[in-house]
């Protein structure tokens, strides 16, 4: 069943209660954004500090072993007390109905590219709106573990439509090193100079973080440089910084924008020079940028990724896409991401770049978890309906969950990954609601651990806007991408979704209180689309 369709079982309730606090529990125990970015992020412009937490490495690589959130055969206990003690009470595996899995994500390109159409007066093509990528763009103040891997949060908030609440599921990973602690890189840049990058905002750009980047990385940093249009090209190979700026500096400074767009020879090129390049105890990265408009050679995601399949698999080089242009072809550069062991933003001018750089990039120089997965296992005895918001390219088979074969998402140090689920109570319903679990990779030793949340009825928030400023902004998120996205027919709107003028009055209202810049350019956003007379809910056709 497909996770943008609701899903539906009969059954019966139990009597309501009502408290206000999230119940975390612990089962045991994304390269650099855009040229720029990478380099500030490299100087230190970092993530805060962490909070303790415990992991567990599965010995068993993922073979014979029970589903994440069990649950009780009469009841909605989860085989843990509220202490996070283990229980004696026996634990059953629920129903295939009531689990949602999904592949992490840390893209931003979505939101990103519908704010620069939006700003230019243009409407988003509702099939170009992930909702994961809104409110994965914007800061969280979830608990972070000291080493690698996640912590998980998991809260809610009563709707005003009938039973149905939000459910966030919030992961973690660790603070990002500072600029003396993280490993050397090795960052291979592939850069389209076809004639349509001659756009200002685009090859120019590129080329201003670039040179930015090249002075603040460190000594002991490589850079290798590869361009292409209708052919690739390297144009410098894997180059230690040290005494060799100036050169870094002179093959920048000599790109120009020409001929047609072959992005398939670049990210093969790129590779192929990555690897030749590969330094063993350093970060290894290509970083793809482009306006996504590939029209020479192979223009099939699937068949460029399975060119460099073997470079990504045995040498672990993960690809990092930077979109630019005003015509952005968002559907390429986003599988390519997403297939390719890695992820994308998008950056629409200098102040957008700058941001990349302080705020993003530290979290894209190193990796925590690879092929991170997340299981939601939600009570049946408690949830009539659930839906996941988002995430629509990022399903996994549920059997698949422990499955280490089965690619999921590669995330690194300061990041944290959201997920918002729209859930429908039973009527009266009160207990364990739901059981959040997230499953990586050790980067390193490949090893499997987990980490586990849960969520109790009465720790729902009464509503959704007298909830905390961080989940009211991640609702707001939420409801401007499924605004956005509503001349899609493939999706229902959201319960509790408000008229555009008044979600954008919400927002503006905690950007004051947040103080939070990046939440006062949601409500200019959603202002902008409000004027272009785009509406949410019940006024869809």
Known sequence: MGMNHIRTSAG???PRDGARTATRRRLGGSLLALTAAGAVLLTGCGAGGGNNTSDGADKSGGRNLPLPAPVQPTGGATGRDQQGEQSDAPE?????????????????????YARRTLASGGVPDPTTIRPEEFVNSFHQNYERPDGNGFSVTVDGARTDDGRWSLVRVGLATRAADSESERPPAALTFVIDISGSMSEPGRLDLAQQSLDVMTDRLRDDDSVALVTFSDEAETVLPMTRLGDHRGRVHEAIDSLEPTDSTNLGAGVKTGYATAVEGLREGATN???????????????????ILGQISSARREHGITLFGVGV??????????????????????????DDALTVFCDQLPQNIDLTARDAKAQVAFDPQTVEQFRLIGYDDRKVADQDFRNDRVDGGEVGPGHTVTALYAVRTRPGASGHLATATVRWLDPDSRAPHEESGSLETGSLWSGVWTSPPSFQVTAA??????????????????????PLTELASHTRDLAKETEDKDVASLATAIDQADSLHICPGDCRS
Request: cysteine-free; hydrophobic content about 35%; charged content about 20%.
């Open 92 to 112: 059953v595996t629920p129903s295939p109905d009531y689990l949602s899995t999904f592949a992490l994500d840390v893209d931003t390109a979505s939101y990103g």
């Open 477 to 498: 998120a939420a409801y401007f991408a499924d605004a956005l996205r509503s001349g899609d027919a493939r999706w229902s709107s959201l319960p509790g979704a408000l």
């Open 12 to 14: 019966t309730g139990r």
């Open 285 to 303: 990265r290509v970083v793809l940028i482009s306006d996504g408009l590939a029209n020479t050679g192979d223009t099939n995601a699937d068949s």
């Open 325 to 350: 242009g005003s015509d952005y072809g968002d559907a390429l550069m986003e599988r390519l991401a997403d297939k390719g062991d890695g992820h994308t933003t998008y950056v629409s001018n200098r």
